[in-house]
């Protein structure tokens, strides 16, 4: 007999962890018809508590991934750092055409990954603004409408619309885009606005509107342009603090993720966003002072946690 020995569905998909965004994918998965699992470290099932958009509320059962067969579609929003180990620990079980739609803040190089997916592997990048949080572990809560971006990394397979179809259902409403490296730009812009500033400050993202954050926020986001612009993805500052300032408004009451981690003293995300961003502009030999400072002083405490 076969190790696997039954073919996966088109509405079988894998979600990696039991973080926000994952488990917000995973119920609104199963309440449009799909069948998701979850890959954790202690395979268990999960009694979820679903709290949608509208603020109707949901027990659904989400199971653990099964043993029985390959995994052909698995959707990895896990933090950035874990990425490539996730991608790795999930090697072994994948179908020869398996499609993976990863999901993160900030930018990562992408051949550490590619390197670990046979040819006909697929790999994808989402990117999404839908918020989520859990005030409690078997809970999840979907607290702000987004827009999410799907963007194919690898050569086009026959499982394109699954995916497509998938993601849209999961984090909808979406668009498929050719490139997502602009949009990760401009995310990254955001990020680095937001997240080191109300980590440090333990605030809401509504506080940093106040005009003591002003310098501080337009420093950051002119050097992200800056960086972007040079590697040739053309970025206003003017428009892209403006949009920073949007976001700031849309979702004053959110805590951002970075402010979470540093407050529950976990990693952060932050080598991914101000430090990607340090790290090209040291190869373009160009000055981030207020990105690296960021950077240095998150790291400063998380090592000291």
């Excluded at 874990?82 to 999901?103: F, G, H, K, Y």
């Excluded at 602009?182 to 993202?205: G, V």
Aim: hydrophobic share 45%; with cysteine; glycine share 4%.
């Amino acid at each position: 007999m076969a190790l696997y020995p039954s073919a996966p569905s088109a509405l079988s998909w894998c979600i990696v962890g039991r973080g926000a965004i994952g488990l917000l994918a995973s119920a609104r998965l199963q309440l449009a018809g799909y069948r998701p699992e979850l890959w954790l470290k202690q395979p268990q099932p999960l009694q979820l508590t679903f709290t949608s958009i509208d603020r109707q509320q949901q027990q659904l059962l989400l199971l653990p991934q099964s043993a029985a067969c390959r995994i052909q579609r698995v959707f990895v929003p896990v933090k950035a750092f874990d990425t490539a180990s996730a991608v790795a620990e999930l090697a072994p079980r994948l179908s020869n055409n398996a499609q993976l739609v990863i999901s993160h803040n900030g930018i990562i190089p992408l051949s550490p990954l590619l390197q670990q997916l046979q040819p006909e592997q697929g790999l994808w990048f989402l990117s999404t603004s839908q918020a989520a949080y859990k005030p409690a572990a078997d809970q999840v809560i979907h607290s702000g409408e987004g827009q999410s971006y799907l963007a194919r990394l690898t050569t086009a397979s026959e499982d394109d619309d699954n995916v497509v179809a998938a993601m849209t259902a999961a984090l909808g409403p979406l668009t498929v885009v050719a490139d997502i490296y602009p949009l990760l730009w401009q995310k990254l812009a955001i990020n680095a606005a937001i997240n080191p500033l109300t980590a440090l400050e333990n605030c809401r993202n509504g506080q940093l509107a106040d005009p003591q954050y002003q310098p501080q926020i337009e420093a950051l986001v002119t050097e992200v342009c800056q960086v972007a612009n040079a590697l040739g993805y053309p970025m206003q500052p003017a428009n892209t603090l403006a949009e920073v300032y949007r976001v700031i408004g849309a979702t004053a009451s959110n805590f951002s993720s970075m402010q979470q981690d540093l407050a529950a003293r976990r990693q952060t995300e932050i080598s991914a966003i101000c430090g990607y961003v340090c790290q090209q502009a040291g190869l373009l030999q160009l000055a981030t002072p207020a990105n690296q400072q960021m950077l240095d002083r998150i790291l400063a405490l998380t090592a000291a946690s």
